[in-house]
T-cell receptor
Framework: NAGVTQTPKFQVLKTGQSMTLQCAQDMNHEYMSWYRQDPGMGLRLIHYSVGAGITDQGEVPNGYNVSRSTTEDFPLRLLSAAPSQTSVYFC????????????FGNGTRLTVT | AQSVTQPDIHITVSEGASLELRCNYSYGATPYLFWYVQSPGQGLQLLLKYFSGDTLVQGIKGFEAEFKRSQSSFNLRKPSVHWSDAAEYFCAVGAGTSGSRLTFGEGTQLTVNP
C-alpha cells in the first residue's frame, strides 16, 4: 500500500518558470489537500478538494492552481514561480469527515532562485 | 477564523524525563483537535485526536493529551521520553464544513538528551 505519493522530492526553479507538483493516493480518499511548510510558521493550507471536480482555496492560495479530475490525483501548479514560493510542500488526504486522520506524503522541497 | 498557538519553539528534555508540550487554540465552537509528529525528512503522522467525550485522550507511542475548554488548551504529555521521540510536534484544530480546513500551530522541536 503506497499511501500518498509525491513527486518530485526535490526541485529547483528559476523565477518565472512554471511546474506541477504531483500527488497521488491509492486509499480511495475523497479529501485531498496541499500545505506548505516554512520555518516558524507551521503548515499552511494552500488548496483542498472534497471530491473529484470540487476544489476550494485555503489560507495561502495566491500563485497556485489545482484541479481534481480523478479521486486519486491532486496536482498543484505553480504558474510563475517566485522566490517567496521556496518551501516544502506536503500533500495530504483522508476519508470524508473531520474525524478521519490526514495521511501525508513525504514532501517536495522546492527552491526558486 | 480558528488559530493555534504553540508557545514553545524548542524544548530539550533528558531521556526518561516527563514531557509536556503546550497548545492553545482559538475557535468559537467545539473544536476538533489533533497532535501530529514529524520526523526529519518525513511527512506528518497522527499521534492522537479529540472530538468529544472524555477530555483525556490516549494516542500512539505512549502519548496522551488533555482537552481543557476553560483554558482553550490541548497539551500533549508523555510520562517518560525515549530518544526516538526527538522530532517536531504540531498541534492542529479542524473547522469548517466537516472540518475541511485544518489549521496547524507553528510546531515545537523536541530534543532528547541521553
Amino acid at each position: 500500500n503506497a499511501g500518498v505519493t509525491q513527486t518530485p522530492k526535490f526541485q529547483v526553479l528559476k523565477t518565472g518558470q512554471s511546474m506541477t507538483l504531483q500527488c497521488a493516493q491509492d486509499m480511495n480518499h475523497e479529501y485531498m489537500s496541499w500545505y506548505r511548510q516554512d520555518p516558524g510558521m507551521g503548515l499552511r493550507l494552500i488548496h483542498y478538494s472534497v471530491g473529484a471536480g470540487i476544489t476550494d482555496q485555503g489560507e495561502v492560495p495566491n500563485g497556485y492552481n489545482v484541479s481534481r479530475s480523478t479521486t486519486e490525483d491532486f496536482p498543484l501548479r505553480l504558474l510563475s514561480a517566485a522566490p517567496s514560493q521556496t518551501s516544502v510542500y506536503f500533500c495530504a488526504s483522508r476519508l470524508q469527515g473531520a474525524r478521519a486522520p490526514l495521511h501525508f506524503g513525504n514532501g517536495t522541497r522546492l527552491t526558486v532562485t | 477564523a480558528q488559530s493555534v498557538t504553540q508557545p514553545d519553539i524548542h524544548i530539550t528534555v533528558s531521556e526518561g524525563a516527563s514531557l509536556e508540550l503546550r497548545c492553545n487554540y482559538s475557535y468559537g465552537a467545539t473544536p476538533y483537535l489533533f497532535w501530529y509528529v514529524q520526523s526529519p525528512g518525513q511527512g506528518l503522522q497522527l499521534l492522537l485526536k479529540y472530538f468529544s467525550g472524555d477530555t483525556l485522550v490516549q494516542g500512539i507511542k505512549g502519548f496522551e493529551a488533555e482537552f481543557k475548554r476553560s483554558q482553550s488548551s490541548f497539551n500533549l504529555r508523555k510520562p517518560s521520553v525515549h530518544w526516538s521521540d526527538a522530532a517536531e510536534y504540531f498541534c492542529a484544530v479542524g473547522a469548517g464544513t466537516s472540518g475541511s480546513r485544518l489549521t496547524f500551530g507553528e510546531g515545537t522541536q523536541l530534543t532528547v538528551n541521553p
